[in-house]
Nanobody, 115 residues
Framework: VQLQASGGGLVQAGGSLKLSCTASGIIFSSHSMTWYREPPGKQRELVAGISTGGGTNFADSVKGRFTISRDDAKNTVYLQMNSMKPEDTGVYYC??????????WGQGTLVTVSS
């Protein structure tokens, strides 16, 4: 199983980035997908999730700024990040969870927001 995250980089405050996570080795459509982030020196936290049916949930800190979507035909989940803030800085990880609660993690992609 592989989850390949990409799209991270350096962006100025107020800017946008779009992360992608492409899965292989799993039946993607049967897995809920979640983005987590790990800010420098802090614990990993949930950012946004999307269920197999397309239902979404977001951390309060990103509501109204981030959107999550999935393309089951491409085995890919996306995180569109707008109006970014320095506190959005961190390593972003994608997570896949099956209906039997088995989980898989990607390798992470670094996002840095400069003020």
């Amino acid at each position: 199983v592989q989850l390949q995250a990409s799209g991270g980089g350096l962006v100025q405050a107020g800017g946008s980035l779009k992360l992608s996570c492409t899965a292989s080795g799993i039946i993607f459509s049967s897995h809920s997908m979640t983005w987590y982030r790990e800010p420098p020196g802090k614990q990993r936290e949930l950012v946004a999730g999307i269920s197999t049916g397309g239902g979404t949930n977001f951390a309060d800190s990103v509501k109204g700024r981030f959107t999550i979507s999935r393309d089951d035909a491409k085995n890919t989940v996306y995180l569109q990040m707008n109006s970014m803030k320095p506190e959005d800085t961190g390593v972003y990880y994608c997570n896949a969870k099956s209906m039997s609660w088995k989980q898989y993690w990607g390798q992470g992609t670094l996002v840095t927001v400069s003020s």
